[in-house]
Nanobody, 115 residues
């Protein structure tokens, strides 16, 4: 059973930075894709960024140029560096790992950006 665990959330002032981490464990197979999603109160869950083991990184238009996703394949860990943060980035950030076509999700980590 694959387990996904996020860390690094918290509170930050607008314009500040924060780094999230997520590790997938428990599988003999490496994740094909790892991604970050977020869900703000009263809004639908949206894709923030995705990084496949092979292929191109994809970012939501709203975070391009300010957020950076990276991956340490040896650790099955994905990072999300968030810079120049805005209050609208306040949300529960969820990590997803796709292993052999199955999505696994972490419980999420709360990020709050104050103005």
């Amino acid at each position: 059973q694959v387990q996904v665990a996020e860390s690094g959330g918290g509170s930050v002032r607008a314009g500040g930075s924060m780094r999230l981490s997520c590790t997938a464990s428990g599988s003999m197979f490496d994740p094909d894709v790892m991604a970050w999603y977020r869900q703000a109160p009263g809004k639908q869950c949206e894709l923030v960024a995705t990084i496949p083991s092979l292929g191109s990184i994809v970012y939501a238009d709203s975070v391009k140029g300010r957020f950076t996703i990276s991956r340490d394949n040896a650790k099955n860990t994905v990072y999300l560096q968030m810079d120049s943060m805005k209050p609208e980035a306040t949300a529960l950030y969820l990590c997803s790992a796709v292993v052999r076509l199955t999505h696994y999700w972490g419980p999420g980590t709360q990020v709050t950006v104050s103005s």
